[in-house]
C-alpha cells in the first residue's frame, strides 16, 4: 500500500473507496473483555494509513491490515 491507492475498508465492502494521503507509524490498543489495562511500553507502532473519503470533512488513520487496496496508483 502507498500514497495514491484507493482503499476499502476490510470492514464495509459496499461503500466508496478513499485515497491514501499518508502512511505513518502509530500504536494501537486491541482490547477485548479480558485485557481492559493498556500497556503503552509493550504496544509496537504499526503501520497506517492516512485515507481521504468523500464524505467525511478530512482524513482518517486506519491500520493498514484493515484496508486493502481496490486499484493501485498508475
Request: glycine share 6%.
Amino acid at each position: 500500500m502507498k500514497v495514491g491507492d484507493l482503499v476499502m475498508s476490510i470492514y464495509n465492502s459496499t461503500g466508496e473507496p478513499g485515497i491514501v494521503v499518508d502512511i505513518v507509524q502509530k500504536k494501537v490498543a486491541r482490547i477485548t473483555g479480558k485485557n481492559k489495562i493498556v500497556n503503552w511500553d509493550k504496544i509496537e507502532p504499526e503501520p497506517h494509513a492516512t485515507v481521504l473519503w468523500s464524505y467525511n470533512d478530512g482524513t482518517i488513520n486506519i491500520p493498514i491490515s484493515e484496508l486493502e487496496v481496490v486499484n493501485e496508483d498508475i
